[in-house]
């Protein structure tokens, strides 16, 4: 059931310049998935009441964005005046009438920061009756943080920036992690009194604290188990250093879900993917988009999946794939290139330097080497030989084949696109297919051979072929040409 009680209000207006990116910080992709959807994703995980996402730069991407991740979310546009506390005031004029609980801020750019810590600080604020409850951290280095200085009770007295703070505050290691929770109606009363009447000309959401303090009202601090759920996103290093955390968090998930992970170092599984019991991921391997993995597969070396299927005990390995669907039982690599709209039936074989694309392939067929599949469906039990093409394109349009089961093709075949092979078929080697074969027929492209006797020694004089050629001629005179 919702917490009718909870808003929860996403700060996303920020420009993000240390990005230094055409995308939107928040647009960043973590696991698979942009910045901000993680924390969206949270606030979905807490079934606030209502969710208002405050946006500004690049607004109509995020916007996009936030609606196909949390379509219930109210969008505001922040105004011309800078800074979060009118951002925040912003967002509590547009909570709907009728709303009177409380108020939960929390940053877009804080992606790792989970729904069970925001959980416990909702319930530590009940708990305590304060006005205001607020995440914090210590931290062992806290130069450069807002430090939260606690009153002799331990309640918080007030917050500090580094550049103002004293000496003594600046000893402090408890830091301010931007997130907090109000109650909405002391909420309501000191955003009206915040001024832009400082350095930055901004109203500051931090003020908030003081003015809250100075009206004799209690204000709790909770330090977060671990700082790096707080830490934010601000340039590539840092997305960088979570997008690995966050892997690694994926990638245990999964391992004591009985998944095998040989090389967690080299290996990236995004947040959708879905990972059966006993499947194995070997080193070099990526799991990308919305993968599925069935159980006793084993995937990798050096593999990446993206929006694939993979079948029971199915075996991939060295493959680039995308939008693929291997069967059960099937074998994809070394060396093989799956582009979209592949499909491999179970106990099938794409095999070494093959590269498919809008390709069906039945049951127990295999494509085992040097070949292009595009545009094309084969019945079951057929092999395709090796070096063969499907020239699906005329240089206008794409066509496509239809290979029938039990078919045995020659090596180096070339199937020019639209032709139909029906079940059974024989084909010769190197065969140029332009027109359909009947089911149990023999196709074959008829151009005799041709020997020139003593060509070589005639047009190649003196190089080590004509000599060769020469010797062997002493040696049997009777050779045939």
């Not at 910045?35 to 916007?63: K, S």
């Not at 350095?199 to 977060?224: H, I």
């Not at 759920?229 to 999964?254: K, Y």
């Not at 990972?275 to 084993?298: E, F, N």
Request: aromatic letters at 4%.
């Amino acid at each position: 059931m919702a917490d009718t009680k909870l808003a929860i209000v996403v700060l996303a207006a920020g420009q993000g310049t240390r990005m230094k990116s055409a995308t939107p910080k928040l647009l960043h992709p973590l696991a698979g998935v942009p910045m901000v959807g993680h924390v969206l994703a949270t606030a979905r995980a807490l079934d606030a009441q209502h969710v208002v996402a405050v946006v500004r730069h690049e607004r109509d991407r995020l916007v996009e964005v936030i609606s196909a991740e949390l379509p219930e979310s109210i969008i505001v546009d922040q105004d011309e005046i800078p800074g979060t506390g009118r951002a925040v005031e912003q967002a509590v004029a547009a909570i709907p009438d009728g709303f009177d609980g409380d108020v939960l801020v929390i940053n877009g750019d804080v992606p790792l920061l989970d729904a069970d810590t925001l959980a416990t600080l909702v319930a530590r604020h009940r708990a305590d009756g304060a006005a205001a409850t607020l995440l914090s951290a210590i931290l062992d280095d806290a130069t450069g943080y807002g430090r939260v200085i606690r009153t002799a009770n331990g309640t918080v007295d007030y917050i500090v920036e580094q550049k103002d703070a004293s000496d003594a505050e600046r000893a402090v290691a408890e830091i301010n992690a931007g997130v907090y929770l109000f109650a909405l109606g002391s909420l309501r009363q000191q955003l009206a009194r915040l001024t832009t009447n400082n350095a930055q000309g901004e109203k500051y959401l931090t003020d908030v604290v003081g003015l809250l303090r100075a009206d004799g009202l209690d204000v709790s601090a909770l330090p977060v188990s671990e700082p790096w759920l707080v830490e934010g996103v601000n340039d590539r290093a840092q997305l960088s250093a979570q997008a690995s955390r966050l892997n690694s968090m994926i990638i245990r998930g999964w391992q004591m879900a009985g998944v095998t992970v040989q090389d967690p170092s080299s290996t990236w599984i995004d947040v959708k993917a879905t990972l059966a019991p006993d499947v194995t991921v070997k080193p070099g391997t990526q799991i990308l988009g919305a993968t599925a993995i069935a159980t006793g597969a084993v995937v990798g070396p050096d593999t990446t999946l993206v929006d694939c299927e993979i079948g029971e005990n199915a075996e991939v390995k060295r493959t680039d794939a995308t939008l693929a669907v291997i069967g059960a039982g099937a074998s994809v690599g070394p060396f093989s290139y799956l582009r979209p709209g592949t499909m491999l039936g179970a106990d099938g074989k794409i095999g070494t330097f093959v590269e498919t694309k809008n390709a069906k392939i039945g049951a127990g067929s295999k494509v085992p080497h040097l070949s292009y599949v595009g545009d094309a469906e084969i019945g079951e039990g057929s092999n395709i030989g090796a070096g063969s093409i499907f020239a699906n394109y005329d240089g206008v349009k794409k066509h496509s084949s239809v290979v029938g089961s039990h078919v045995r093709t020659g090596s180096h075949g070339v199937f020019v696109a639209p032709v139909r092979i029906g079940d059974g078929v024989y084909t010769g080697a190197g065969t140029v297919v332009r027109k359909d074969i009947p089911a149990g027929a023999l196709a074959i492209s008829v151009a005799p051979q041709r020997n020139m006797p003593g060509w070589v020694e005639k047009n190649r004089p003196g190089s080590a072929a004509a000599e060769a050629a020469a010797a062997a001629q002493t040696t049997n005179p009777h050779q045939e040409n």
